[in-house]
């Protein structure tokens, strides 16, 4: 059974770091894309950043490039999510997800209906 376990969010001033951890069990890890997606209330599921299985290939949506890095260490099962500068808008659950491969060019967002598991999520708050 794969599971997927988001860890890492919390209460955060603006201007703050966080580091989001997602494990990943009962699958290949390094068979998979690994993604973040966050959603706030009232707004659509947005994806944030995604990693390919060798590192080689990351996607970081506009409003968080430079700020945000992904990472994946295939030997723990693990991707990261280093967040840095957070801002308000930041806030959400952010969710961790894999997927066998993507509909959609590295450049561009990411479908979420690629990602054939998902974790629970993890709330990140960012206060003024």
């Known amino acids: 059974q794969v599971q997927v376990v988001e860890s890492g969010g919390g209460l955060v001033q603006a201007g703050g770091s966080l580091t989001l951890s997602c494990t990943a069990s009962?699958?290949?890890?390094?068979?998979?894309?690994m993604g973040w997606f966050r959603q706030a209330p009232g707004k659509e599921r947005e994806g944030v950043s995604c990693i390919s299985w060798s590192g080689r290939n990351t996607y970081y949506a506009d409003s968080v490039k430079g700020r945000f890095t992904i990472s994946r260490d295939n030997r723990k099962n693990t991707v990261y999510l280093q967040m840095n500068s957070l801002k308000p808008e930041d806030t959400a659950m952010y969710y961790c997800?894999?997927?066998?491969?993507?509909?959609?060019?590295?450049?561009?967002?990411?479908?979420?209906?690629?990602?054939?598991?998902w974790g629970q999520g993890t709330q990140v708050t960012v206060s003024s």
């Open positions: 009962g699958l290949t890890f390094d068979d998979y894309i």
């Open positions: 997800a894999a997927a066998l491969a993507l509909t959609t060019d590295w450049g561009t967002p990411p479908a979420s209906a690629d990602f054939h598991y």
